[in-house]
């Protein structure tokens, strides 16, 4: 999930189900009000650290043919085929995006919370901002890395990954701050800032737990490097508490995460 020592990026699998579990309970793709201009074919959109299935990028283009889309990732590996109205280019946003000032209308970015170091997280904003156009809009949703309503072993595993990112200087509740990182920007106006908790159990979560579910445990397993050393066990009993006490618990406790969907206009 997030080893950063493992790799920077998301599996394939575990972003396409983020998006269909963050999709569903957001009710849509975006909140920004930019309808408009998809419609109209007057936006052009980044979305950064997009992953090798670009699934938001893949839904947004098939709803809004006549709007443009670029996604960006640092791996290179990108669905094919594609909708035409979509390019994808490979590079990273700590190394500065090779576009000019206000080059986009939307810039998206989501699931990158683990990805950049405290420090890191100052460097991409102040790039986010710098590409997009006054009057422009950038919006990013990101989770906490503690959920709400834990059992004992979802703590456990939830603790020693918080612990393993802050030994690289990771934030795991950046979500908390984004808000004030883009404000503190100065360039930056009508900020919103929306909290929602997607269920991960069986209640609440609207016939989607099987997709929760497999989130959680693609998760976890991506983050075994992590955590390993953390909680000092073996990776047998790594898998065993995760497939047969962590997955349980969600039911039982009712467990969510804690989802922070951050929103702003470039001031015109």
């Known amino acids: 999930m997030w080893d950063r020592r493992q790799t920077q990026q998301t599996s394939p699998e575990q972003a396409h189900l983020s998006h269909g579990l963050y999709r ?35 839904d947004m283009a098939s709803e809004y043919p006549a709007a443009r889309f670029l996604g960006i990732d640092k791996t290179g590996v990108f669905p094919r085929p594609a909708p035409t109205n979509i390019e994808f280019r490979q590079c990273d946003v700590l190394a500065g995006l090779p576009y000019s000032d206000g080059s986009f209308s939307y810039t998206h970015m989501t699931n990158m919370a683990a990805q950049f170091t405290q420090a890191e997280w100052e460097v991409v904003v102040a790039e986010l901002v710098r590409v997009t156009e006054n009057g422009g809009w950038i919006e990013l949703l990101e989770p906490e890395c503690k959920y709400a309503n834990e059992g004992l072993c979802t703590s456990q595993f939830t603790d020693a990954l918080h612990r393993g990112l802050q030994e690289q200087g990771i934030n795991g509740f950046i979500a908390r701050d984004l808000e004030l990182m883009l404000e503190a920007t100065g360039s930056m106006c009508n900020i919103q800032h929306v909290v929602r908790s ?25 983050a075994r490097g992590l955590l390993l050393p953390q909680l000092n066990i073996s990776m047998e009993e790594y898998d065993r508490r ?27």
């Not at 957001?26 to 408009?36: D, E, K, L, R, V």
């Not at 209640?203 to 737990?209: A, T, V």
């Open 24 to 58: 569903h309970f957001w009710q849509g793709n975006f909140h920004a009000p930019i309808q408009q201009s998809l419609t109209n074919g007057g936006a052009y959109v980044i979305d950064i650290g997009c992953s090798s299935e670009a699934s938001w990028l893949m």
């Open 198 to 222: 997607i269920p991960l159990g069986r209640r609440g979560s609207g016939g989607l737990e099987d997709i929760a579910r497999d989130h959680v445990k693609v998760s976890f397993q991506r």
């Open 242 to 268: 995760l497939n047969q006490q962590l997955l349980q618990e969600l039911d039982t406790y009712n467990t969510s995460i804690t989802s922070h969907r951050v929103f702003c206009q470039k001031a015109p």
